[in-house]
């Protein structure tokens, strides 16, 4: 078992993936917003199993793996290494929509972490990628720089990517609060092996099984109503 045992680090993880931190994810259904519209999640437990889907088999297995690359990278400092892996989470979105969720999320957690947490290496890291850097790139590269143990970045990067589909579907179905948290309560362990699967990673054998989340997505683009961006 690993733990945070600095205050600091603690801190920073709650910051970097608080829903107040502001990357915008609360604009991002991840596909789901047609998927209520369709009538393919209409109960809490629609809910849990969607965004299981996505953390076992979509692209919760390739942010964790990616996440873990690039922490394991910036905390060697082996550019080539960090910029070889963010360069494939940008291969890995299958749609328009869930590349503009993760670039966009990136790019806003590049910049508010430089001004409120400055480090060098992971400036330099930011200004080679621009706007075309992955969010869980950025964010393992941010705690490789600056000394985070991995798992817990993981568990807590896994987390708020399905805190945040929860509170989508909360608004979406529409389900009440208690709901919510009763379906973030059933995530935990699908959050905890998502994060054991990632650590285990090899980005050369790295892939997804959930094309119907992708067909949501592309649905999703020309959807005569919509609240969210993805």
Same mark, same amino acid.
């Given at each position: 078992?690993?733990?945070?045992?600095?205050?600091?680090?603690?801190?920073?993880?709650?910051?970097?993936?608080?829903?107040?931190?502001?990357?915008?994810?609360?604009?991002?259904?991840?596909?789901?917003?047609?998927?209520?519209?369709?009538g393919l999640v209409r109960t809490r437990d629609d809910l849990v199993g969607y965004a299981a889907a996505a953390l076992a088999q979509g692209a919760g297995t390739v942010?964790?793996?990616?996440?873990?690359?690039?922490?394991? #990278?910036?905390?060697?400092?082996?550019?080539? *290494?960090? $910029?070889? &892996?963010?360069?494939?989470? @940008?291969?890995?979105? /299958? %749609? =328009?929509?869930?590349?503009?969720?993760?670039?966009?999320?990136?790019?806003?957690?590049?910049?508010?972490?430089?001004?409120?947490?400055?480090?060098?290496?992971?400036?330099?890291?930011?200004?080679?990628?621009?706007?075309?850097?992955?969010?869980?790139?950025?964010?393992?590269?941010?705690?490789?720089?600056g000394g985070i143990l991995l798992r817990p970045t993981l568990v807590g990067f896994l987390s708020a990517f399905a805190a945040n589909l929860v509170s989508a579907g909360?608004?979406?179905?529409?389900?009440?609060?208690?709901?919510?948290?009763?379906?973030?309560? #059933?995530?935990?362990?699908?959050?905890?092996? *998502?994060? $054991?699967? &990632?650590?285990?990673?090899? @980005?050369?054998?790295? /892939? %997804? =099984?959930?094309?119907?989340?992708?067909?949501?997505?592309?649905?999703?683009?020309?959807?005569?109503?919509?609240?969210?961006?993805?």
């Open positions: 078992m690993t733990t945070i045992t600095a205050d600091g680090d603690l801190l920073r993880l709650l910051a970097w993936l608080s829903p107040a931190y502001p990357v915008g994810a609360y604009t991002y259904s991840h596909g789901l917003e047609t998927a209520v519209e369709e942010d964790g793996a990616v996440l873990a690359a690039c922490h394991r #990278a910036a905390a060697a400092s082996d550019d080539t *290494a960090l $910029d070889a &892996a963010t360069e494939l989470a @940008l291969a890995f979105r /299958g %749609t =328009a929509e869930t590349a503009l969720e993760s670039t966009a999320q990136g790019a806003a957690f590049a910049a508010v972490t430089d001004a409120a947490w400055p480090d060098p290496g992971f400036a330099a890291y930011a200004r080679r990628h621009g706007r075309a850097l992955p969010h869980a790139a950025a964010v393992g590269a941010a705690a490789g720089f909360v608004r979406l179905v529409p389900l009440g609060q208690t709901d919510g948290q009763i379906a973030i309560a #059933a995530l935990l362990p699908h959050v905890s092996a *998502a994060a $054991d699967t &990632a650590l285990l990673s090899d @980005l050369d054998s790295l /892939g %997804t =099984a959930v094309p119907v989340l992708d067909l949501l997505s592309m649905r999703h683009e020309t959807q005569y109503t919509r609240l969210f961006r993805s």
